[in-house]
């Protein structure tokens, strides 16, 4: 099943949750709805599932408004981040839940409640835990469970608010890769929301990138990832270096005169002399021991964290632009070639960007 957001408004008393957010969502699509907290994910989800009512617009599933329409004619399942399980009844009954409270006409007979039941505790890899109640399962088990009981019903849109956000590290992850063959298998139209940036890139089909009630981005993992289209994107999807300059005619300029670095932003070519910022990866600085006369910025190693194959360095600028602040430069090379340079900390070195993303904050087009 396809889903359309159109132009959807909210406003919780004197705050905008959502601003007139449109979206597609193709049939068969797994998509993340990623953002901080208040930017407007949760409250979207639930506008799409009926929970809440949009101030304005319009959602269509296959094409057909159902804006209006009661949640419990949607055919939607929902996953939410505190499983939200009937302790008194057990794994079985707890999945059968939604089967059993069906109009009569529509009910399943026991048998065939029956061998649903086990065979969506076999599709989730728990039916050895039928008979147990959720206190005796862990957190990780609880959430699958809960997964099962939404898929029961057979919903034509699945939806996920934080399902793995109560979790630990360790089970997240396995959860994460464990949802994403599970929807391949199933073939069920799923959104998601989180705020975890890791997760969203590993599981989703398309992310959204949401920040004030709006839609800032919508691409692929790896189209988010590389082409960033805006500053906030760029900061939110995992760490990065920002650099303060002035952008001339396709060259950004940073830093103080004698320890001036520029690099290429061809797609600044018209701008004149205009304030600009830049972001770098950490991964993407290249570090070295400085010397007299080098180009670059320089330096001081202030500290140095090696974990596994990685070396993270932290970095204070030395050579600064008159006025500009102190900044800590955050760099990240491999431990093997932090062990052969030898660096320590305190020692000056100088960095300098392979690849940099340049936004232009007051450019006048040439």
Known sequence: M??????????????????????????????????PSGCGKTTLLRIIAGLETADAGHILFSGEDTTHVHVRERQVGFVFQHYAL???????????????????GLRPSEAQI??????????????????????????????????????????KVLLLDEPFGALDAKVRKELRRWLRRLHEDLDVTSIFVTHDQEEALEVADRVVLMNSGRVEQVGSPQQ???????????????DVNLFHGRAHEGEMH??????????????????????????????????????????????????????????????????LAPGEEQRIIEAQISAQLFYQQGFKEGETLVVNPRKARVFVADAQAA
């Open 2 to 35: 396809s889903i359309e957001v159109r132009n959807i408004h909210k406003q919780f008393g004197d705050f905008q949750a959502l601003r007139d957010v449109s979206l597609d969502i193709h049939s068969g699509e797994l998509v993340a709805l990623l953002g």
């Open 86 to 104: 009937f302790r008194h009844m057990t794994v079985f009954e707890n999945v059968a839940f939604g089967l059993r409270v069906k109009p009569r």
């Open 114 to 155: 029956k061998r649903k039941v086990h065979d969506l505790l076999g599709l989730v890899q728990l039916d050895w835990l039928a008979d147990r109640y959720p206190s005796q399962l862990s957190g990780g088990q609880r959430q699958r469970i809960a997964l099962a009981r939404a898929l029961a019903v057979e919903p």
């Open 224 to 238: 988010v990832w590389d082409h960033p289209a805006s500053p906030f994107v760029y900061g939110f999807l995992g």
């Open 254 to 319: 940073i830093g103080a005169d004698h320890h001036a670095v520029r690099w290429a932003a061809p797609e600044h070519q018209g701008v004149q002399d205009a304030k600009a910022f830049a972001y770098v990866r950490p991964h993407d600085l290249d570090v070295r021991r400085y010397s007299n006369g080098d180009k670059g910025i320089v330096a001081q190693l202030t500290r140095a964290i090696v974990v596994g194959p990685v070396a993270r360095l932290e970095l204070e600028a030395l050579a």
